[in-house]
């Protein structure tokens, strides 16, 4: 990928093709399962550093096919979310946690707020940094903005099966999911569910507030169950099957995309 696509404004967090003029911007907040030097593994057993605990398998590529698909700008973190959590807030317990599913995190017990600052400071300011800055700059150029984020869940959880295959969930500003879901006919092989396996009251809106609803973004996530994302050939049929929801969507929500067939703007 040539430097001109690919940006890293820290070692943190990475911007895929800043300057693209579709009309959605794209965030994948767990894309990396990395845990710098520094952290120690956070002390994780091997079989648990690079699970679904760690990140979120998939969504970084899916998001990348999409980024193509519409021309779009991604904004990604290059950290495992257990260091931190992009999308939770600096208060929130789970922004760093003890424990992810059946996976206890020990580099995370304890935390001074020292520790937490830091973490603050190392990881999450430089991502909503980057996202600010890709909004401020689409701002100035006069180019309408939806905000998407790309996530994936795990089939089973607490040992209950997980039916949903593709979540779409909002907060409070709806119209993205709403238009969106008008369009789930047209994946009649696929379970489609509003705001599952999750929801706002689980805590997973934290981007979709403070990048889309505070900047007045139309705004959605997309959660994608990672069985479903296994290989290259998985991704991009998943990506082709999002854009049969996402395009109708964006025309219902009176944007269209800049340009078709995958290309990005210099």
Not at 32 to 38: N, T, V
Request: aromatic share 4%.
């Amino acid at each position: 990928m040539m430097s001109s696509e690919l940006e890293q404004l820290s070692p943190n967090v990475e911007i895929l093709y800043r300057y693209a003029k579709g009309p959605v911007l794209l965030l994948c907040e767990h894309a990396s399962y990395h845990i710098p030097e520094c952290y120690h593994g956070l002390g994780l057993a091997p079989a648990h550093r690079r699970s679904h605990a760690a990140w979120d398998p998939g969504a970084r590529d899916v998001a990348i096919a999409l980024s193509g698909l519409l021309n779009a700008p991604l904004v990604a973190s290059r950290v495992s979310r257990l260091v931190y959590d992009c999308n939770r807030p600096p208060e929130a317990a789970s922004a760093m946690p003890e424990r992810s599913e059946i996976v206890e995190v020990p580099g995370n017990r304890g935390l001074t707020s020292v520790q937490r600052a830091a973490r603050v400071e190392a990881v999450y300011e430089p991502f909503c940094k980057a996202v600010t800055q890709v909004l401020a700059q689409r701002k100035a150029h006069d180019i309408p903005t939806v905000l998407i984020t790309v996530h994936s869940f795990t089939p089973t959880f607490h040992g209950r099966v997980r039916k949903v295959e593709i979540g779409i969930l909002h907060d409070a500003d709806r119209r993205l999911a709403d238009a969106m879901l008008a369009n789930a006919h047209r994946l009649a092989h696929r379970c489609i569910q509003r705001n599952a396996p999750y929801g706002p009251q689980d805590g997973v809106t934290h981007s979709l507030v403070r990048h889309g609803i505070d900047n007045g973004l139309a705004n959605v996530m997309i959660e994608i169950r990672n069985d479903l994302l296994v290989t290259p050939e998985d991704v991009h049929s998943m990506a082709r099957e999002l854009m049969q929801l996402i395009q109708p969507a964006l025309t219902a929500l009176g944007v269209e995309l800049a340009h078709r067939g995958g290309r990005h703007d210099a």
